[in-house]
């Protein structure tokens, strides 16, 4: 092989300026600046993307945690399990996203960007001070290339669609959060490996792994690479074995703590097997072990969610057989030949230690692999593509750049694409079903409720009715498809398919909720109450049901048993209009106007901008045949601006009882706007699928 020119201005420069793999001069923040650079443009698309129903609901949307930032924040935040980890750090940086513009998916889609940005530039300096550390001449011509074959592994690593998932996925603020502080303490210890330096610096590494374990519990996998690298490339072992595992103490120490709040938390949120480890989970355990690599080299078929098959046909498990097969002959080889190639059996063994908390021995989500594991654990298969393209071309500079600009365009385009597929609910899963078109009942069950959310009823109705097709049936899959069929007006249908999904999950309390609202629309109030009553049993906390279970015993005219279930709902959700304007109208109706009366305005002094309850004191004042108090109540609530069309028609029908004729008419016209305006809203639909780790 051919000795690598030195660069002249290097020479002069003291080493400043150094060359690029095509022989343009680069200084050396020149690198990282080309990368984040060219990370950015790629991922420029992401920022026309929205939040999607999968995690992004419960972590992020319908999250009202994240919108303050005060100790009772912070203490949610350390205490809390929700989504099934524990990730204080995380949930802060949300909080700080929604104080710069609320829900506004371009901010957290930048967020993800930036970070991804700087692991990258991480990847770089990693690669750099990795390749400077490789012992023995043999490797002279990859230590002097070493620039170029860091800065193309933070290519891969920065621009390869396997990663769009953990960038593009708004949720997934904990994969790139974690790594950002994971690959920082990674490139300290490296230095310090390089530097020897006193333990001050390791302190600041611990500093950095702690704070990738707020973020997310894969970071535990930390100290055995710093104990991987110290064997090879580092060789701090042949010098000071006793003491490089002494210094790793305090990383155990917290990687232990992080194991054991991980495992609570998963038994909190029965995110786990609870009926241990089944044999496939083994046998598909060995299968993405093989399934990773194939698609960080050929990054075809990526979707947001790979389903386990609906039925384990021998085929599946003589492919299962053959991965185990092709795992074992990875591992056998790498470790037999570790002393002639010990840079094979360091980037296998590292592959496999960062992938062991997800390979997924022990089940925690519903899906058989997901692109998001591969984050980090792709970073030593990246660089020794890097080094042996690097060898194939013979270490010349414009071959190897012209490769890398062509890796780019491709990964580039590629990623450009996948980022497509998380744009929306709608276009995350209908990716998926194209991939998996018989195989997924849960990806059709999402995708009509994204078609529902769009009021796109028949297509709702096609994607239920297909995921009810796929074994096992589903409770949630019912539940969705007895939604659609309510919207369709099909109703005898829609009662069915509700009552099944009860019968597959009684603890499912989404499809009880819809069949009050049918029993209700159909009259049928004792039926209603008891759908609400079983709900409670579920969720005996819930404002919602104890107010429906109020308005069915309002029709049934058990108002001793409707107020107090009002009572009950406002006082677990004291903030809610509707739930004191029903406890008042029920003491209206039984004829105790002066309650009525007493509860408006305890509601107005309360919400003073809420014209509802001004309204309802107009109502009560017009029935008493007291005009002008009506008059001004209802004056009052029409200046408070109704931001709904039935309280505006409301005030303009109780305004033309008073002969306020002009008045009425403006309260028409604003009602027929709001109505409008309403038709084209998003309905309302509940989705209880699990969350994802």
Not at 87 to 116: C, E, K
Not at 246 to 267: C, M, Q, R, W
Not at 285 to 296: D, H, N, Q
């Amino acid at each position: 092989m051919s000795e690598i020119p030195k660069s002249q201005a290097a020479e002069k420069t003291g080493g400043v300026v150094s060359a690029s793999p095509a022989g343009w001069k680069l200084p050396d923040w020149g690198w990282p600046l080309v990368l984040i650079l060219v990370v950015f443009l790629f991922y420029l698309p992401v920022l026309r993307n929205d939040f999607v129903n999968w995690d992004d609901k419960d972590a992020i949307t319908d999250n009202p945690a994240i919108r303050h930032l005060h100790w009772a924040f912070l203490k949610w935040a350390f205490t809390t399990y929700a989504t099934g980890n524990w990730m204080p750090l995380t949930w802060f940086s949300f909080a700080l996203s929604y104080q710069i513009n609320g829900l506004d998916p371009r901010v957290f889609h930048a967020t993800n960007v930036l970070l991804h940005g700087l692991n990258t530039v991480l990847v770089f300096g990693i690669g750099l001070r990795l390749l400077k550390a490789l012992p023995g001449e043999g490797l002279v011509q990859a230590k002097a290339f070493a620039r170029p074959l860091s800065f193309l592994t933070a290519l891969l690593f920065g621009i390869h669609p396997i990663h769009v998932e953990s960038v593009a996925w708004a949720t997934e603020r904990k994969d790139v959060l974690y790594s950002l502080f994971y690959l920082g303490s990674l490139y300290r210890h490296l230095g310090d490996a390089a530097a020897q330096k006193t333990k001050s610096t390791r302190w600041d590494c611990l500093a950095l792994y702690f704070l990738a374990l707020l973020c997310k519990p894969m970071a535990v996998t930390l100290p055995l690479v710093f104990l991987i690298l110290d064997d090879w490339p580092l060789r701090r072992f042949s010098t000071d074995f006793r003491g490089n595992l002494k210094d790793k103490i305090p990383y155990f120490v917290l990687a232990l703590a992080s194991v054991g709040i991980t495992l609570l938390s998963h038994e909190k949120t029965l995110s786990y097997a609870q009926n241990g480890v089944e044999f496939y989970w083994v046998m598909n355990a060995f299968r993405s072990l093989v399934f990773y690599p194939l698609k960080m080299a050929w990054p075809s078929g990526l979707t947001g969610y790979y389903p386990f098959p609906p039925q384990l046909t021998p085929t599946y498990f003589m492919e299962e057989i053959g991965a185990m097969g092709l795992v074992g002959l990875a591992s056998y080889y790498s470790y037999r030949f570790r002393q002639r190639a010990p840079c094979l059996w360091t980037a296998w063994i590292y592959y496999l230690v960062t992938l062991a908390p997800v390979v997924g021995f022990i089940q925690t989500g519903s899906e058989a692999a997901a692109d998001r594991y591969t984050y980090l654990p792709c970073l030593g298969f990246f660089l020794l593509f890097s080094a042996g393209l690097a060898r194939w071309v013979s270490y010349d500079r414009c071959l190897f750049a012209a490769a890398a600009l062509g890796l780019a365009a491709v990964l580039g385009t590629l990623t450009v694409f996948q980022i497509g597929m998380w744009k929306n609910t709608t276009a995350l899963w209908e990716r998926v079903a194209q991939v998996y078109p018989d195989e997924n009942a849960d990806a059709y069950s999402r995708l009509g409720i994204a078609y529902l959310r769009a009021h796109r009823y028949d297509e709702a109705l096609a994607a239920f009715s297909r995921a009810a097709s796929i074994p096992p049936p589903l409770a949630r899959t019912y539940h969705g498809l007895g939604a659609a069929l309510t919207y369709k007006e099909r109703i005898p249908e829609a009662i069915q398919a509700f009552d099944y999904a009860i019968i597959l999950d009684p603890q499912l309390t989404a499809p009880r909720a819809n069949l009050w609202t049918i029993y209700e629309r159909l009259g049928r109030h004792e039926d209603a109450v008891a759908q609400m009553e079983e709900a409670l049993k579920v969720e005996p906390g819930s404002a919602v049901y104890e107010n429906n279970l109020g308005v069915s015993y309002g029709f049934l005219k058990r108002y001793p048993e409707a107020e107090q279930a009002f009572a009950k709902a406002r006082q677990l959700d004291p903030g809610n209009t509707e739930y004191l304007v029903n406890l008042a109208t029920i003491c209206e109706w039984e004829g105790k106007s002066g309650a009525a009366l007493a509860w408006y305005q305890k509601g107005a002094a309360w919400n003073p901008a809420e014209p509802v309850y001004q309204l309802k004191m107009g109502d009560l004042y017009l029935s008493q045949g007291r005009n002008p108090q009506a008059f001004k109540s209802l004056e009052k609530a029409w200046s408070l601006h109704p931001k709904t069309a039935k309280i505006a028609q409301q005030i303009g029908e109780d305004f033309e009882k008073l002969g306020k004729t002009e008045l009425a008419t403006e309260c028409f016209a604003q009602a027929r706007v709001l109505s409008e305006d309403e038709k084209n809203k998003i309905p309302a639909t509940e989705d209880h699928s699990p969350p994802e780790k």
